[in-house]
């Protein structure tokens, strides 16, 4: 399981957030967009709840 570090502050989860969309729109490689997507989905449920 991929272990993210979810920031405290609403901004930088959307920050990161944003990143990660673009990330993986540039991802060649399937085992990389699979750990942005993992991380992605995390940042995404952590901001609902923030």
């Not at 997507?37 to 952590?46: D, S």
């Amino acid at each position: 399981m991929l272990k993210i570090e979810i920031p405290k502050s609403k901004e930088k989860i959307k920050g990161q957030i944003e990143a990660l969309k673009y990330q993986l729109t540039q991802d060649s490689r399937n085992i990389d967009k699979q750990i942005h997507e993992q991380a992605l989905k995390r940042l995404e449920e952590a901001f609902k709840t923030i």
